[in-house]
């Protein structure tokens, strides 16, 4: 069975035409999950594969939405390309643990330039769970950190759907509880089950436990 396909797309930044490399859907297999719904892969590891980056000018976004960019956000992400020139990253299927960590950084910073602070959030937390996976405990946690200031400012400052409303609440205190902060990861999911306690969502479901956790600890 085959892995791997490349996909071609035009850089909404400068225009170049370049293939990246997508894994076939029958390829992905999740044998389970963490605490915090990190998908545990068997066989190749879908994180190292989220994102899709230009060659040629690294702009960098999930590839769900690549193509999408407002022209003043292109002029805003045009400016970062003095500071990524040098840059060497590997895109290929045989990219490293360290490429892929170098793209969510430099997809966090971009979504940060279009102000979705939601998928920048996003960007930190799968950086966090390629760590995990690397067994790099320091640099999981300082993604956490990120993760968590960029969920904040998401919950403050962004239009959310229910859906995200909902993820937000639920990483804010998942995060909390796994930087040891007790106090503040309960606060988190009493919001969620205040606001939401009628959603089937597994977020709240997942939520239920994880308080009693932090509750009942000693
Ligand atoms: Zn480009």
């Known amino acids: 069975m085959r892995t791997f396909w490349h996909k071609s797309y035009v850089c ?3 225009n170049s035409q370049f293939e990246a490399v997508r894994i076939f859907s029958n390829a992905i297999k999740i044998k389970s999950r963490e605490s915090d719904l990190k998908p545990v892969y068997d066989g ?3 994180l190292m594969f989220q994102l899709v980056s230009c060659p040629k000018c690294l702009y960098t976004s999930f590839e769900d939405d ?5 022209s003043s956000h292109v002029e805003a992400i045009k400016k970062m390309h003095e500071k990524l020139k040098g840059f060497e990253i590997e895109l290929s299927e045989n990219k490293s ?5 170098v793209q969510y950084n430099i997809a ?4 940060v330039a279009r102000e ?3 998928r920048a959030a996003e960007s930190f937390l799968k950086l966090a769970w ?3 996976d690397a067994g790099a405990p320091d640099e999981e946690k300082k993604a956490l950190e990120r993760a968590k200031e960029m969920f904040l400012k998401s919950y403050m400052e962004e239009d959310l759907s229910e859906d995200r409303q909902i993820a937000v609440l639920f990483y804010l205190g998942e ?3 796994r930087l040891g902060n007790r106090k503040e990861a309960t606060r988190w999911f009493s919001e969620l089950f205040k606001r939401f306690s009628k959603s089937d969502s597994i977020y709240v479901k997942q939520a239920r436990q994880e308080w009693q956790e932090v509750s009942f600890e000693k």
């Open 12 to 14: 909404p930044v400068c």
């Open 44 to 46: 190749v590891n879908v």
């Open 66 to 70: 690549f193509g999408e960019l407002q």
């Open 97 to 101: 643990v360290r490429d892929a960590a």
């Open 108 to 111: 966090a910073v971009m979504y």
């Open 116 to 118: 979705k602070f939601f």
């Open 130 to 132: 390629l760590y995990r």
């Open 175 to 177: 995060i909390e509880k």
